[in-house]
């Protein structure tokens, strides 16, 4: 298996903090909402300088969120990537739009931008580029 990141070292520095935090949550028996969903979107709010935040379960719920709040309806179109998790692809068609794919510039593995333009129609709503690995 070849490993793009190393997450035991990715966390280790705030590891007894998300231990701790992980803790609270079992013991409230409160896994959905609840007072720590509320804590952590107030601070994300502010971390981010919003008004608001929602936590969802899930990458593709975010996206999906983000694509309706963003004015993506049924019929649209958005571009994004060949090479990225389902979860792109499913938000787009949970919002009731149709992908459309541009492939990736093969150095850096993310969004040919020179292949954007060829991609764009009336329908094209929005573009969702996907950062894989973190590469941008």
């Given at each position: 298996m070849i490993r793009f990141s190393n997450l035991q070292s990715e966390h280790a520095e705030i590891r007894d903090d998300l231990d701790r935090a992980i803790s609270r949550v079992i013991d409230s028996g409160r896994f959905v909402l609840g007072p720590?969903?509320?804590r952590f979107e107030r601070a994300f709010a502010d971390y981010c300088g919003s008004e608001y935040a929602v936590a969802v379960n899930s990458g593709t719920?975010?996206?999906h969120l983000a694509l309706l709040a963003a004015g993506v309806e049924a019929g649209d179109?958005?571009?994004t990537v060949s090479m990225t998790f389902t979860a792109?692809?499913?938000?787009?068609v949970l919002a009731g739009a149709?992908?459309?794919?541009?492939?990736?510039?093969?150095e850096h593995w993310t969004m040919d931008v020179s292949k954007i333009e060829a991609a764009l129609t009336e329908r094209t709503a929005a573009i969702l580029p996907v950062h894989l690995h973190?590469?941008?």
């Open positions: 720590e969903v509320e719920s975010a996206l179109e958005v571009i792109t692809v499913a938000a787009v149709v992908p459309v794919m541009v492939d990736v510039d093969p973190g590469l941008m």
